[in-house]
């Protein structure tokens, strides 16, 4: 009994994009989509222990969310003098031939337009983030307050707000042409990167709790992966995710700080998620249509096919950082080159590919948490100093404030015995 | 007579999968093999990464290169088993044991094995 709850479980969350999306375009109405869906989980949870499992759980799903919905328009419709006109488009649909609501092929731009919506550039990023994980993945209000650290009520409203936002918005209904296809496809994109990266980029204690995110993002990934198969940029996109991920049980000491790749225990890297990570780079780069996201796969490829720490291929890692800042411009990519070039060309080398970068960076973390590590190897230790000084002042996390005095600590060491 | 028994089932609904429920399966799956193995006939099992992970190619002429697996159905193949088994019913009736280990839904493709190559000792 509880393996089949539980397996009824996966089964709604599975289905739950294909179901909510394809209900969506029925009813134009995400509200009504979502109602739809839930109803037809609670018929689903009395239904399938008494009768077994339906052969197709994702179209059982959506035939019996949509007639519960369909129920609901009558009985208000009748209880109405007049319905309205979209109601009146609704009873048109059920006279609609079954064949063609669970024809496969609506199914992609289903999900794809239920991922775009959460992309609305009105919205930041954060409630974009929310509203895919409470859509898409159907993650409950809880936990995703726990993942941003926030409470549930903060985050009920937060959802409420961005879905009042979106509800107002244009949502593109028509089955897109393959040029607006290929943009919500970037855009979604961007999207779940944000999703993984909300989770990557915690610390310390915060790391656990946020772990979902990066494992709903590759999730998401994946579900992408599947209906759009030859996208080079959506396997660049999964693998990247997922080679980064594969580094989590070695990225964070017993204590919650910062353990850098160098220092890192390889043993711990998930060699499963490395793999898969592997594997679609590899399918990707066949395509010969570079992006971001296949070249940030590509460096993270490297980091993970080496053993150890100095088999690390930095030349490599130098020239496809240089190809990134070609697809797209950043101080903070010329920024990571520098930390290539270091390993290649020396310290002295990788400061002054930096120095310009001062203006544009000064409020970044990590540009002053470079910087003073370089000038540490250069022996250039008051500046360091002063470097990691202004990196602690804009430490994101504790756990990168941790880390940065630990900098700080080895220099002084450094410093004491120079003077001995 | 050997036979390999293939491994069905919605990629969508093992990949929500938590880890726990992961490993529960594979601890039960285990407790199948281990009897297969004290029985002297288990060749030998394999679980496949995600089809996302695929590629295809066609044959012809000039075999064709594409993404993802051969086939797209709502089911995927997940795995695969090679079993010695002395009939079909015998085979039958390990697929059922596999059902047991792992319910829900997804099936079992049955096929006997024309030609089997073992492995080098990989592991």
Known sequence: MTTDLAWIDAALTGARPRAVGALLRYFRDLDVAEEAFQNACLRALKAWPQNGPPRDPTAWLILVGRNAALDQTRRQARQAPLPAD???????????????????????????????????????????????????????????????????????????????????????????????????????????????????????????????????????????????????????LTALMLLQHARAPARFDGQGAVVLMDDQDRSLWNGKMIAEGLALIDKAMRHRRAGPYQVQAAIAALHARAAHAEDTDWAQID??????????????????????????????????????????????????????ALLQQLGRLPEAREAFGQAIALAGSAAEAAHIRMHLDRLSREGQAASV | ????????????????????????????????????????????????????????????DEPLVLDGPFVETKEQLLGFYVLDCESLDQALEAARDLAKANPGVGGYEIRPVGLFVPGSGLA
């Not at chain 1, 409470?134 to 409420?160: N, W, Y």
Request: hydrophobic share 45%.
């Open chain 1, 319 to 372: 020239l496809l950082y240089g190809a990134l800042e070609a697809l797209q411009p950043s101080p903070v990519i010329t920024l990571n080159r520098a930390v290539a070039v270091a390993k290649v060309r020396g310290p002295q080398a990788a400061l002054e590919m930096i120095e310009p970068l001062a203006s544009r960076l000064s409020g970044y973390f990590h540009f002053h948490g470079v910087k003073g």
């Open chain 1, 86 to 236: 979209d109601q009146i488009s609704d009873l048109e649909d059920v006279e609609a031939p079954l064949a063609e609501r669970l024809d496969e092929a609506h199914y992609r731009d289903d999900i794809l337009r239920l991922l775009f919506i959460c992309c609305h550039p009105e919205l930041p990023a954060t409630q974009q983030i929310a509203l895919a994980l409470r859509i898409v993945s159907g993650l409950s209000v809880k936990q995703i307050a726990r993942a941003f650290l926030v409470g549930e009520s903060a985050m009920e409203q937060r959802i409420t707000r961005a879905k009042a936002r979106i509800a107002g918005a244009d949502t593109p209904f028509e089955t897109p042409g393959p040029v607006e296809r290929s943009e919500r496809l970037g855009v979604v994109a961007a999207m779940i990167y944000l999703v993984f990266n909300e989770g990557y980029s915690a610390g310390g204690a915060e790391a656990e709790a946020r772990r979902p995110l990066c494992e709903e993002a590759i999730r998401l990934g994946r579900l992408l992966l599947r209906l759009f198969q030859a996208e080079p940029e959506i396997m660049g």
């Open chain 2, 1 to 60: 007579m050997l036979y390999a028994i293939l491994c069905y089932n919605s990629e969508e609904i093992v990949g929500a999968w938590t880890k726990e429920e992961d490993d529960a399966v594979m601890a039960d799956l285990s407790v199948v093999h281990d009897r297969w193995a004290a029985e002297g006939r288990f060749a030998g099992a394999a679980r496949l990464l995600p089809t996302t992970a695929a590629t295809s190619l066609r044959k012809g």
